[in-house]
C-alpha cells in the first residue's frame, strides 16, 4: 500500500530527463577510461584499419561505438511552416 502510496506523491523520484546513477556513474567511467587511453585507442584503431580481413570500416565503426558513450547524440527536429507563411532560413557569413 505505501509504494502506491509513494507514486502518486507530486516530486517523488528523480526529475523526468535527468539520468539515474548508475547511467551517469557508467557514462563517466567510460570517458574517464576513453581519456585516459587516448593514444592506445589510436594505437587499436590504426590497427583495426590496416588488418586486412577488418579495414578502415571497421575501425571507424569501432570509433562510433566508444563516442556513443562519450558524446551524447542530438536528436532530430524537424521545422515545418505553414503553406501561407513558410519558413525562410537566411544564412550570413561573419564577416573577417
Same mark, same amino acid.
Given at each position: $500500500?505505501?509504494?502506491?502510496?509513494?507514486?502518486?506523491?507530486?516530486?517523488?523520484?528523480?526529475? #523526468?530527463?535527468? +539520468?539515474?546513477?548508475?547511467?551517469?556513474?557508467?557514462?563517466?567511467?567510460?570517458?574517464?577510461?576513453?581519456?585516459?587511453?587516448?593514444?592506445?585507442? =589510436?594505437?587499436?584503431?590504426?590497427?583495426?584499419? $590496416?588488418?586486412?580481413?577488418?579495414? +578502415?570500416?571497421? #575501425?571507424?565503426?569501432?570509433? $562510433? =561505438?566508444? #563516442? *556513443?558513450?562519450?558524446? +551524447?547524440?542530438? #536528436?532530430?527536429? *524537424? =521545422?515545418?511552416?505553414?503553406?501561407?507563411? +513558410?519558413?525562410?532560413?537566411?544564412?550570413?557569413? =561573419?564577416?573577417?
Amino acid at each position: $500500500m505505501e509504494n502506491k502510496q509513494l507514486k502518486n506523491i507530486k516530486g517523488a523520484g528523480r526529475p #523526468a530527463g535527468s +539520468p539515474n546513477k548508475s547511467t551517469a556513474l557508467a557514462r563517466e567511467a567510460i570517458a574517464k577510461f576513453v581519456d585516459g587511453n587516448a593514444d592506445k585507442l =589510436q594505437q587499436w584503431l590504426d590497427e583495426i584499419a $590496416m588488418n586486412e580481413k577488418l579495414g +578502415p570500416k571497421v #575501425a571507424f565503426d569501432c570509433f $562510433m =561505438q566508444v #563516442a *556513443e558513450y562519450h558524446v +551524447p547524440k542530438l #536528436a532530430r527536429t *524537424e =521545422q515545418v511552416g505553414d503553406e501561407s507563411a +513558410p519558413i525562410v532560413h537566411i544564412y550570413k557569413w =561573419q564577416d573577417e
